[in-house]
């Protein structure tokens, strides 16, 4: 399945978007809810950026679920602040698929967080199973 296409090429990536007003809280700060869904925006894109995309995987019985997610506040950013979020792949292995994330103000180059998120695969079942090797980086 997708052997066609073999192991991701692309490792990392950027994606620029601005705070909207329903993502921050009564402080104008981003909520903290908000960053997991930043992280997912990311990952999307890597994935894309390699030629894949999760409704084609899930379609094909591929779910990656997150197992695993830390995120490290390190300063506020507030409704229509700018940002990038850099998306990397970090540890991968038979049971898991590692992303790790920074996210930086544009105007000031301000870090903003710091993220990690691990992914397991699980069969339509629940169970978990291997990761797909064409999820695996190029060599």
Same mark, same amino acid.
């Given at each position: 399945?997708?052997?066609? +296409? &073999? $192991?991701? %090429? ?7 978007? $601005?705070? *909207? ?28 950026? =390699?030629?894949?995309?999760?409704? /084609?995987?899930?379609?094909? &019985? ?9 995120? +490290?506040?390190? !300063? ?11 998306? *990397?792949?970090?540890?991968?292995? *038979? ?9 930086? $103000?544009? !105007?000031? =180059?301000?870090?903003? !967080?710091?993220?990690? /998120? ?8 629940? %169970?978990? /199973?291997?990761?797909? %090797? ?6």
């Amino acid at each position: 399945m997708f052997s066609d +296409k &073999g $192991r991701c %090429k692309v490792s990392s990536c950027e994606i620029r978007f $601005r705070v *909207r007003y329903d993502e921050v809280d009564r402080q104008d700060a981003v909520h903290n809810s908000r960053y997991a869904m930043y992280f997912e925006m990311g990952r999307t894109e890597l994935l894309r950026q =390699n030629g894949y995309d999760y409704k /084609t995987l899930e379609d094909k &019985g591929i779910k990656l679920v997150v197992a695993r997610l830390e995120v +490290k506040f390190l !300063a506020p950013a507030g409704y229509d602040d700018e940002l990038v979020l850099t998306t *990397r792949v970090g540890k991968v292995n *038979r049971a898991k698929l590692e992303h790790v994330y920074e996210l930086r $103000r544009v !105007a000031d =180059n301000r870090l903003i !967080a710091q993220g990690l /998120t691990v992914l397991a695969h699980v069969r339509a079942d629940g %169970k978990l /199973t291997e990761i797909p %090797k064409f999820l695996f980086p190029a060599e």
